[in-house]
């Protein structure tokens, strides 16, 4: 989320770490805290109502 709690990620279960060929949240939340820092204007704009 951002700081105004909107969310820009979101995903239903994530273990710990990579199992059964599914990521884990120490897979996933580098490359999210990495572009949230590069990038994070563009990250504010993403519109996620589907």
């Known amino acids: 989320m951002t ?3 909107k969310p820009f990620f ?6 710990q770490h990579r199992k059964h ?3 884990g ?5 580098p490359p999210i805290a990495a ?3 590069e990038d994070r204007e563009r990250v504010e704009q ?3 109502a589907y």
């Open 10 to 15: 979101a995903g239903t279960y994530y273990p």
């Open 35 to 37: 572009k949230w820092a």
């Open 3 to 5: 700081p105004d709690k």
């Open 21 to 23: 060929g599914q990521y």
């Open 46 to 48: 993403l519109d996620l």
């Open 25 to 29: 949240m120490t897979d996933i939340l």
